[in-house]
């Protein structure tokens, strides 16, 4: 069973930096990609950035050149640093992953999600 551990998160005031980490544990053939999604209350739930193993990256146009995420392959972590958070960067955060568990590679993996990390920015 895959499981994404998070940490992180926490309450900031605007202009500030937190990060958010999540850990890919259990037993698997290989990570797909990995990312983060946030929700607001109230708005649906949406990408904030990925990156798949390959190297591709994918950054909500919200947060470009504000957030950065990053991976340590040997740890299967992907890291999300944020910078100049802004209020309404307030939601849940949660973890994505993409994992392929076994042979064959079939289709683009598994996901899974992590149970979510509050982010909470005052202004």
């Known amino acids: 069973q895959v499981q994404l551990v998070e940490s992180g998160g926490g309450l900031v005031q605007a202009g500030g930096s937190l990060s958010l980490s999540c850990a890919a544990s259990?037993?698997?053939?290989?990570?797909?990609?990995m990312g983060w999604y946030r929700q607001a209350p109230g708005k649906q739930r949406e990408l904030v950035a990925q990156?798949?193993?390959?190297?591709?990256?994918k950054y909500a146009d919200s947060v470009k050149g504000r957030f950065t995420i990053s991976r340590d392959n040997a740890l299967n972590t992907v890291r999300l640093q944020m910078n100049s958070l802004i209020p309404e960067d307030t939601a849940v955060y949660y973890c994505?992953?993409?994992?392929?568990?076994?042979?064959?590679?079939?289709?683009?993996?598994?996901?899974?999600w992590g149970q979510g990390t509050q982010v909470s920015v005052t202004s």
């Open positions: 994505n992953s993409r994992i392929y568990l076994s042979l064959p590679l079939v289709g683009s993996g598994d996901e899974y």
């Open positions: 990156l798949s193993w390959g190297g591709s990256l």
């Open positions: 259990g037993t698997f053939f290989r990570i797909v990609a």
